[in-house]
């Protein structure tokens, strides 16, 4: 069974950093994605980034390029999501996501295309 297990959430200062962290077992070989969303109350799950595990293809939503970074250790079976320059409206509950299959770059950014989600994390974004 697929299990994922999210750490790193907190409260930062507005223009500071946080590294989230997702752990994946029950999975075998690297065709699947990981990748992150994003929910706030009274919202639909947004997408933040995914990434294949063998590294073939990456998405970032666009409020984020350029401040946030994704990457893999496969050793580790773990996924980070660097978050740097933040602001007060990247508050919200991240959740890490993995694919079924291995999607290709035109549906990471869809939310149907992850069948296993972790318990999610706050980041609040507050001065």
């Known amino acids: 069974q697929v299990h994922l297990v999210e750490t790193g959430g907190g409260l930062v200062q507005p223009g500071g950093s946080l590294r989230l962290a997702c752990t994946v077992s029950?999975?075998?070989?690297?065709?699947?994605?990981m990748g992150w969303f994003r929910q706030v109350p009274g919202k639909e799950r947004e997408f933040v980034v995914a990434?294949?595990?063998?590294?073939?293809?990456?998405a970032y939503a666009d409020p984020v390029k350029g401040r946030f970074t994704i990457s893999k250790d496969n050793a580790k079976n773990t996924v980070y999501l660097q978050m740097d320059s933040l602001k007060p409206e990247d508050t919200a509950v991240y959740y890490c996501?993995?694919?079924?299959?291995?999607?290709?770059?035109?549906?990471?950014?869809?939310?149907?295309?992850?069948?296993?989600w972790g318990q999610g994390t706050q980041v609040t974004v507050s001065s």
């Open positions: 996501v993995s694919s079924r299959g291995n999607p290709i770059l035109s549906t990471l950014r869809k939310v149907e295309t992850y069948g296993y």
């Open positions: 990434m294949s595990m063998n590294g073939a293809r990456r």
């Open positions: 029950g999975r075998t070989g690297r065709d699947y994605a």
